[in-house]
Nanobody
Framework: QVQLVESGGGLVQAGGSLRLSCAAS????????MGWFRRAPGKQRELVAT???????NYADSVKGRFTISRDNAKNTVNLQMNSLKPEDTAVYYC????????????WGQGTQVTVSS
């Protein structure tokens, strides 16, 4: 029902910033929630941030105050502004969609690598 492509990752030093983007293959105005997840080397995937159609956001405790998720329905994109990056933020970041707002995330993209050096 939707295909997602992540971009914007790269190599930055601790304290730096990156802006990740997720491009959707269709309009996202009717998608209940969009989210960013990440998987660090050797670790399980974890939820980073979500945003609903209404604009309500949720963040993992580890990124609160540093990351900001946003969605641009006109551009069919969801973004993740990442500031004050830490080495522990190093991971592959994935965009996903919860079409009906049920907590079912089934549209993982290929991911984009974020590497933070100290």
């Amino acid at each position: 029902q939707v295909q997602l492509v992540e971009s914007g990752g790269g190599l930055v030093q601790a304290g730096g910033s990156l802006r990740l983007s997720c491009a959707a293959s269709r309009s996202i105005f009717s998608i209940a929630a969009m989210g960013w997840f990440r998987r660090a080397p050797g670790k399980q995937r974890e939820l980073v941030a979500t945003i609903t159609t209404r604009g309500s956001t949720n963040y993992a405790d580890s990124v609160k105050g540093r990351f900001t998720i946003s969605r641009d329905n006109a551009k069919n994109t969801v973004n993740l502004q990442m500031n004050s990056l830490k080495p522990e933020d190093t991971a592959v970041y994935y965009c996903d969609a919860d079409l009906a707002g049920t907590g079912a995330w089934n549209y993982w993209g290929q991911g984009t690598q974020v590497t933070v050096s100290s």
